[in-house]
T-cell receptor
């Protein structure tokens, strides 16, 4: 069974640009959540999607958005990039309809904003 | 304010030694999970604890959930270089069902 796949693995963008990251969950998993990981703040929850609906949202500005498609694949978008958005963005999928279960993480997308 | 405080932040010990790392909070969690993350990879789930006072063993790793479901510990016996990594605890916060992560303990086992 394939694991969670995130693309691209690495990305370099300029301030002010926008970026889209992609996540393919484990087959059969319907819940997808996104996290931002930085050395200073650790892992911070961005949002969770289930059946194409955002079910939960962290404390990030509106520049961070996401969506989920009917095949459970998810994308997150960051607009008007800032230097502080440089981070490892992790996607996790879960088999049930709640985060109250084990999360399986992808390898992440390392975003660098210059 | 960090809801889940992990200590120590960094730990470097010799192979064969025992160690304990902690995950503490003033809040109650419905469940708590421990993950290990290696450089360039996503976190990998080690264990989930649900019941207050629960103890789970995974080979040389022993996980305990506090009676009040506010804290947890991870004890490693006879540490090996392969145990090196960032250990993260994560809890489902009882107030709003959100998953909260601690900042982690970075463990380095010297051969």
């Amino acid at each position: 069974k394939a694991g969670v796949t995130q693309t691209p693995r690495y990305l370099i963008k300029t301030r002010g640009q926008q970026v889209t990251l992609s996540c393919s969950p484990i087959s059969g998993h319907r819940s997808v959540s996104w996290y931002q990981q930085t050395p200073g703040q650790g892992l911070q929850f961005l949002f969770e999607y289930f059946s194409e609906t955002q079910r939960n949202k962290g404390n990030f500005p509106g520049r961070f958005s996401g969506r989920q498609f009917s095949n459970s694949r998810s994308e997150m978008n960051v607009s008007t990039l800032e230097l502080g958005d440089s981070a490892l963005y992790l996607c996790a999928s879960s088999p049930l309809d709640s985060l109250n279960t084990e999360a399986f993480f992808g390898q992440g997308t390392r975003l660098t904003v210059v | 304010t960090q809801l889940l405080e992990q200590s120590p932040q960094f730990l470097s010990i010799q192979e064969g030694e025992n160690l304990t790392v902690y995950c503490n909070s003033s809040s109650v969690f419905s469940s708590l999970q421990w993950y290990r993350q290696e450089p360039g990879e996503g976190p990998v789930l080690l264990v989930t604890v649900v019941t207050g006072g629960e103890v789970k063993k995974l080979k040389r790793l022993t996980f305990q959930f506090g009676d009040a479901r506010k804290d947890s510990s991870l004890h490693i016996t006879a540490a090996q270089p392969g145990d090196t990594g960032l250990y993260l605890c994560a809890g489902e916060w009882i107030r709003d069902d959100k998953i909260i992560f601690g900042k982690g303990t970075r463990l380095h086992i010297l051969p």
